[in-house]
């Protein structure tokens, strides 16, 4: 029945001209069905680059609209349209507005887990990929970073010579990460090593052998000789991990860490949504055209070599 619906799904796709895209905290079924699997970094220059003129974006909101924004002539759905992401909830376009006449002097970067209505009033995004090459490149002393607190305060300490001003933002998953169950698993593993999502809490951070990106954890743990691995980041990471290195061993801290809006798409909203071509994307022109500055401005600095001297 899955397989059917599967393959109604790629017969859709082509049908639509559509291009699927999906993260790495997206069900196993989702990944292997997508044409595009990736940290938040890479989608968002697939979605800007693709020739397709729909795009179905298997990820949360924030995802979607970045999609939308880098492109408006297209088309961009999701499977599920109440999938979001609570830590970009946590700041408002509004909230930012007053925090800015505060500190007139400071510039301002949102981590691209953040609305269209915050983009709209920083000077930069960033990922977690892309966030420390772009940072090397921003000349200001006073930085203001926005919504999650522990990327920033991890941002931070590769800058000590520049004042930062934190929100108070968070994930729920990463920053509920016990040191406890790490450790734990360390014992069960005495060579595992310890590979870590900067949204994780500083505790978390250090104690880890590797601190990265979807993407970097992936690339890390394929590349290191070492066998077994402790991967603090969403589950839904352990399917390409897997995938990639069949012989080696990935162990998730505690009972679980799921983002639960991840896994709302499923091969039934998928197929619903592309063959009714709902919960399509629409954005205010004026908030797009705003936060597209801090797209653009992501994908320029992170693009950018930076000299050492
Ligand atoms: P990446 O950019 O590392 O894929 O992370 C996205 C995310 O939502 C982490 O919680
Ligand atoms: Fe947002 Fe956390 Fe889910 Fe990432 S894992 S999408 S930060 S709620």
Known sequence: MAMDLAKEILKLKREKNALILAHYYQPGIIQDLADYVGDSYYLSEIARDCKEEVIMFCGVKFMAESAKVLSPNKTVLMPCPSAGCSMADMASGKALLELKEKHPDAYVVCYINSTCNVKAHCDVAVTSSSALKILKKI????????????????????????????????????????????????????NAKVLVHPECTKEIRDIADYIGSTSGIIDYATKDEGTDFIIATEEGILHELKKKNPNKNFFIPGDKICCQDMKKTTFENLYDALLNMKNEMIIEENVRKKALRSLENMHLLASQDVRSN
């Open 139 to 190: 000349p200001n002393k006073k930085i203001m970073f926005l919504p999650d607190r522990n990327l920033g305060e991890y941002i931070s300490e590769f800058f000590p010579e520049k004042e930062f001003i934190l929100w108070d933002g968070f994930c729920r998953c990463h920053n509920k990460v016990s040191r406890e169950d790490i450790l734990i698993e360390k014992e069960k593993h005495i």
